[in-house]
């Protein structure tokens, strides 16, 4: 229920304003007395609309962060290969603005596909045939992926592809703000880091033996933390963890016992998979600890 004031105003302004709140209970007031001066209010009408113009076309120019763009987007995949077995999820730019995936036509090898979301058309990356698990730069100016037994980049914008180290059968990886790639880069085993620029990976985690998995790595924003997978290597089993890993110590806290890719976000929750449900549930990052109840997105 709402109580609407209505003062004095033009014949069709009363009725636009009237007819908008057709089934709400409008309460009228006693007529206003007229304004000897009715410029008055066109300056007054003027100014804040000039207001309200200003602040749109400088927020537009200046994009502030504080007001993010709207964007509904429907995607339909139409290249007749894309799945996750083998070539790992899609993944979306950080300022959210561009998708990228891995996909093919009857053929040919998988490639990189890069879609922005105010297109109707993605276009492959050439030079990232057979690719598999692609995953973003902090500053998406950058694309890692895998490829034919190595870990590699190639600028969003398409160029030349950089070898990064190896990676026999990957399983995912990500990208800091400091410049550091941390990925798994088999099947089974601990997750490795290596700097973007390249160079001889080093382990960061410690598997419980030769049959277990660490996979699926995704940073926090601060870079110093990150969520990884853990578990059987079939990860058919109960024993799968979402994990919460603090570079520095190398410190493992199991966060959650669920089948999934778990990924963060702002400004504060963890992302997961339960089912066939896509949930969420507030995570506090700094204490390592879940909160409250998770909710099916």
């Known amino acids: 229920r709402s109580t609407v004031q209505v003062a004095r105003l033009p014949k069709d302004a009363r009725i636009e304003i009237e007819n908008a709140n057709v089934g709400w209970t409008n309460t009228i007031a006693p007529e206003a007395p007229v304004i000897s001066r009715p410029w008055a209010i066109w300056v007054a009408v003027a100014a804040v609309c000039a207001f309200i113009a200003a602040e749109a076309w400088i927020r537009i120019r200046t994009r502030d962060p504080s007001y993010p763009p709207v964007v509904r987007s429907s995607i339909t995949i139409t290249l007749g290969s894309l799945s996750d077995e083998g070539e790992g999820p899609v993944a979306l ?6 998708l990228v995936f891995v996909g093919g036509t009857s053929g040919e090898p998988p490639r990189i596909w890069i879609r922005p979301l105010d297109s109707l058309s993605a276009q492959p990356l050439q030079g990232t045939d057979d690719a598999t698990y692609p995953f973003w730069s902090p500053d ?3 694309i890692a992926f895998f490829s034919r037994g190595k870990l590699r980049r190639i600028p969003a914008a398409g160029g030349t592809v950089t070898q990064v180290c190896d990676a026999e059968d990957p399983r995912g990886g990500t990208w800091s703000t400091n410049g550091m790639i941390v ?4 099947p089974f085993g601990p997750l490795m880091r290596v700097t973007a ?3 001889t990976p080093t382990s960061i985690t410690e598997v419980a033996n030769e049959k277990w998995t660490h996979r699926l790595p995704y940073f926090l924003p601060d870079s110093e933390r990150l969520l990884y997978t853990a578990g059987d290597t079939t ?3 109960d024993t799968c963890d979402i994990m919460l890993l603090d570079i520095a110590s190398r410190k493992s806290t199991p966060l959650l016992n669920e089948r999934s890719l778990g990924l963060y976000a702002p400004p504060g929750y963890l992302i997961f998979v339960r089912g066939t449900n896509l949930m969420a549930q507030p995570f506090d990052a700094s204490k390592a600890r879940l909160t409250g109840e998770a909710v099916v997105l």
């Open 93 to 98: 730019s950080p300022d959210g603005r561009t």
């Open 235 to 237: 990860l058919l089993k």
């Open 140 to 142: 998406g100016k950058n």
């Open 183 to 186: 990925f798994a880069p088999k």
């Open 197 to 199: 620029a390249g160079g």
